[in-house]
């Protein structure tokens, strides 16, 4: 099993341009999440999904959108990303209550 | 909501010596709770979980973490550490409301430096 894993690694993106994560998990778990890491910071919740077709705001929401169309992929959207978006971002799914997390993307803003 | 407090950034210590990390919780309802442990350039790694039952709770790697209520805290010790134990180690709560599923609020990290 490749557990949790993230597409793609790194990218640089100028402000207003687009882009989509991807995370898939082969453990078939119903719960899905996305966090953001910044220094000093610890990670943050911005969307999660407790089944196919579901997701709710987290922490810290704006600007970004999700999409759950299968149960085994999450994605993570950024309509026109900022500078405030470059980051760390980690996926996890989850079963229930413990959480496995993806390798994780760097994502710079210029 | 809940918040979590990690009430050191950074804990250097010397090869061999004992360490505890500290982590404090606030929450209206009940908890799960978690250390997360990250190496340098990788993904959140599971070290040790309190979801019920006994209040120590140990993982395969010799640390272990205490659950008390009374203090709302969930402090992580290991007695004797190692080189390989160089890392970011993140303390996390959920609630236990339909497993968890709303996710996890971390606190903000702290980096323990082992010195030779």
């Known amino acids: 099993n490749a557990g949790v894993t993230q597409t793609p690694k790194f990218r640089v993106l100028k402000t207003g341009q687009s882009m989509t994560l991807l995370c898939a998990q082969d453990m078939n778990h119903e719960y899905m999440y996305w966090y953001r890491q910044d220094p000093g910071m610890g990670l943050r919740l911005i969307h999660y999904?407790?089944?196919?077709?579901?997701?709710a705001k987290g922490e810290v929401p704006d600007g970004y959108n999700v999409s759950r169309l299968k149960k085994q992929n999450f994605l993570l959207g950024l309509e026109s990303a900022a500078p405030s978006q470059t980051s760390v971002y980690f996926c996890?799914?989850?079963?229930?209550?413990?959480?496995?997390f993806g390798p994780g993307t760097r994502l710079t803003v210029l | 909501a809940q918040s979590v407090t990690q009430l050191d950034s950074q804990v250097p210590v010397f090869e061999e010596a004992p360490v505890e990390l500290r982590c404090n919780y606030s929450?209206?309802?009940?908890?799960?709770l978690f250390w997360y442990v990250q190496y340098p350039n990788q993904g959140l790694q599971l070290l040790l979980k309190?979801?019920?039952?006994?209040?120590l709770v140990e993982s395969i790697n010799g640390f272990e973490a205490e659950f008390n209520k009374s203090q709302t805290s969930f402090h992580l010790r290991k007695p004797s550490v190692h080189i390989s134990d160089t890392a970011e180690y993140f303390c996390a709560v959920s609630r236990t409301t339909r497993g968890g599923a709303d996710g996890l609020t971390f606190g903000k990290g702290t980096h323990l430096i082992i010195q030779p």
């Open positions: 929450s209206s309802v009940s908890v799960y």
């Open positions: 999904s407790v089944g196919e077709g579901t997701t």
């Open positions: 996890a799914s989850s079963p229930q209550n413990e959480q496995f």
């Open positions: 309190y979801l019920s039952g006994s209040t």
